[in-house]
């Protein structure tokens, strides 16, 4: 069974909007967090975000049954930052189990003992393949093109 999202917030989560990210950093991990967050505040460009990943992650699988397993915002949030990293699944596994602001982003609080297992991460995050990530890339693009027009009237 997969979710989008988890709708209920647990005790210390801070909602994905709401996070801080370090404007100061010069590492490239807040760059990215702040365009994952950017995805995340466009409700239109949130819900086409998601219809494409529900399309494209194991399409012939039925996501009402089975065992919860990663959300379709972890799936995304993870395999965005692998692939803008080029890092591979051993650092994924201790940036996603450590790093604090990367933990808020994948809707987990301070008080949150959630961790996620190498294989859980290997087996879902290659899901989200770069030709996955191409057509995601178009919508962003094509939003960003209307964010464009919408300030040059």
């Known amino acids: 069974m ?4 988890n709708t209920q917030m647990h005790i210390g989560e801070v909602d994905v909007s709401q996070v801080v990210i370090d404007p100061k950093s010069r590492d490239d991990i807040p760059q990215i967090l702040k365009g994952l967050q950017h995805l995340y505040r466009d409700p239109s460009l949130r819900a086409k975000l998601f219809e494409l990943l529900e399309s494209e992650l194991a399409p012939k699988i039925d996501k009402r049954i089975g065992r919860p397993g990663m959300t379709l915002w972890s799936i ?6 692998r692939l803008d990293l080029n890092t591979d699944y051993d650092r994924l596994h201790e940036l996603v189990n450590q790093h604090i602001t990367i933990r808020q982003m994948l809707g987990h609080g301070l008080f949150d003992p959630t961790s996620y297992h190498y294989q859980t991460l290997k ?12 057509k995601i890339n178009q919508i962003v693009v094509s939003t960003g093109h209307e964010l464009v027009k919408k300030k040059g009237r």
Request: proline share 5%.
């Open 2 to 5: 997969r979710v989008v999202q």
């Open 76 to 81: 995304f949030v993870c395999g965005v930052i």
């Open 123 to 134: 087996d879902n995050v290659s899901l989200f393949a770069p030709e996955l990530l191409d």
